[in-house]
């Protein structure tokens, strides 16, 4: 085979011609005529070789290819960068969002925020008991996201919190994703029964009702609430029962009223600052109104354990937070919870900041040595949240046993009197 370099003149579409070298390879076989045939050339004039070619095919990017540009197993597992805090994690977390023209940068929902969607067998007895006696809880209407954390315990462990008066409030909070209507359905007659039917089917030790405000009724629900309450201690007298009440439009008769009906803990949540009290919650309530109830409930039955809940990422500043908790502690309350503000839709109030854990953890640390009982504060942290429930049925339980044994030592000491006397 005979191999043969030859100048090529072609001209494009375009009108401009270009050369190359080439090689053209002939068999042994081919006669002259082909050899002459294939050296001849097109008699053009030549291109200066400085003319421009066209530019090579480029291969499109492969996903292979942005894995080896990207670091290492090695990078992975060296150990040589420290993780990112909470709030430097933060504060890479934004995403931008909408149509062009329109586009804005939002902060993405951390990880410490994240939770798994509930499914297992626990949780779904307790929805089906709650449809079936026609139940409601804040646990659904408030979209809680500790509910799969909360149901999904064991029998023990399990709480709901039951929400009384329907599943409609008369206020509207902004904070608040719970149905409102300033004429809501009438109270259920059956639900003190039902609601304590439900706590004997899952035989909870602890158990949390919360109520929706009221404001069309004369008292607030409040006679409905205690018959509810002492219903429960009726059928199960060991079941600890936390109330986590309205305010009863300033009503702290009302308030004493249900303090006395039988619960073991009496709640009610201030949510936030006072400062922000205007702008958080319905115009009906404020912060001064909220101390004074649970002032009544705590005058009513001095051995209540009295709760409150305050919400942040909603602007508030260190000062207001001193001072929020000064206030509640001169108004002797007990307990108090701490937790992340989360939009529950876009109609309501945005989210100020995400507050990292080690903030709450400072302000767990700041209330405990104010003399506070106990302080829940996290992210994921509610009013009924069960770690607070744990704690308080523990020091429930203890005052109970220690109750019983001044009881005991009373009798004792009374029989040993009739004894001597005869």
Aim: net charge positive; hydrophobic share 35%.
């Amino acid at each position: 085979m005979t191999a043969v370099t030859a100048r090529s003149s072609v001209r494009c579409l375009h009108g401009n011609t270009w050369s190359s070298p080439f090689k053209v390879f002939l068999p042994p076989t081919s006669t002259s005529s082909t050899r002459s045939r294939s050296l001849a050339t097109v008699n053009e004039p030549s291109v200066d070789d400085s003319t421009p070619t066209s530019r090579p095919r480029v291969r499109p990017t492969t996903f292979s290819d942005k894995l080896n540009a990207g670091p290492s197993f090695s990078d992975f597992v060296s150990g040589d960068d420290a993780p990112l805090a909470p709030s430097e994690a933060y504060a890479l977390k934004t995403a931008v969002v909408g149509p062009k023209g329109k586009q804005k940068t939002i902060t993405r929902l951390p990880e410490w925020l994240k939770m798994p969607i509930p499914d297992n067998s626990n949780y779904k007895k307790i929805k089906k008991d709650l449809r079936g006696l026609n139940l409601h809880t804040v646990c659904e209407e408030a979209r809680c996201p500790n509910i799969s954390d909360c149901w999904g315990g064991s029998k023990a462990a399990a709480t709901a919190t039951i929400m009384l008066g329907g599943d409609t409030c008369t206020r509207g909070c902004r904070f608040c994703s719970v149905k409102t209507s300033k004429t809501p359905p009438p109270l259920d007659p059956h639900e003190p029964e039902n609601t304590a039917e439900a706590l004997v089917r899952w035989g909870l030790g602890y158990v949390v009702l919360t109520v929706v405000d009221r404001d069309d009724l004369a008292d607030g629900g409040a006679h409905h609430f205690a018959e509810t309450i002492r219903k429960i201690k009726s059928k199960r007298p060991e079941t600890l029962v936390e109330i986590l009440s309205g305010d009863f439009g300033g009503n702290t008769e009302m308030a004493a009223l249900v303090a006395q009906s039988g619960p073991d803990v009496y709640a009610h949540n201030v949510e936030t600052v006072e400062e922000l009290t205007p702008n958080v919650r319905d115009r009906r309530a404020n912060f001064q109104q909220s101390l004074r109830i649970l002032e009544a409930a705590k005058a009513a039955k001095p051995g209540i354990i009295t709760k409150t809940s305050m919400m942040l990422g909603l602007g508030e500043t260190e000062e207001q937070l001193w001072d929020a908790l000064r206030q509640l502690r001169k108004s002797d309350v007990d307990v108090v919870t701490f937790g992340q503000y989360m939009r529950p839709t876009k109609r309501h109030m945005p989210v100020h900041e995400y507050v990292t854990p080690d903030v709450f953890e400072l302000w767990r640390q700041r209330a405990l040595d104010m003399g506070f009982l106990y302080v829940a504060s996290g992210p994921l942290v509610r009013s009924s949240y069960k770690a607070g429930e744990a704690f308080i049925e523990n020091v429930l339980k203890k005052r109970r046993a220690k109750r019983d044994e001044v009881v005991a030592a009373e009798a004792m000491g009374a029989m040993e009197g009739s004894r001597t006397a005869v």
